[in-house]
């Protein structure tokens, strides 16, 4: 059975950086596009960036110049890199494929605020 993992968040001030994991155990990993998506409070779970099978990166406009996606298929791995956070990138940060097709775990929660 999948199982996934999110870690890596925290309370940071704005303007700092964050990097968060994701691991996949007991998936075909690397047969998908890996996404992060991300859940502000009292709002939708949307999409944040994603990156293909052969690591070709996407990212929403709002995150486009300070967060990095990428993957290590080899233990099954997606990182989102956050550089400048902003109090709006507040939220809990899942993984999943573009689709939304698999399991969901219980995020990691990311607070930005002086």
């Known amino acids: 059975q999948v199982q996934v993992v999110e870690s890596g968040g925290c309370l940071v001030q704005p303007g700092g950086s964050l990097r968060l994991s994701c691991t996949a155990s007991?998936?075909?990993?690397?047969?998908?596009?890996m996404a992060w998506y991300r859940q502000a409070p009292g709002k939708q779970r949307t999409l944040v960036a994603t990156?293909?099978?052969?690591?070709?990166?996407n990212y929403t406009d709002s995150v486009k110049g300070r967060f990095t996606i990428s993957r290590d298929n080899w233990k099954n791995t997606v990182f989102l890199q956050m550089n400048s956070l902003k109090p709006e990138d507040t939220a809990v940060y899942y993984c999943?494929?573009?689709?939304?097709?698999?399991?969901w775990g219980q995020g990691t929660q990311v607070t930005v605020s002086s």
């Open positions: 999943n494929n573009d689709l939304r097709t698999g399991p």
């Open positions: 007991g998936s075909i990993f690397s047969m998908y596009t």
């Open positions: 990156i293909s099978k052969i690591g070709i990166p």
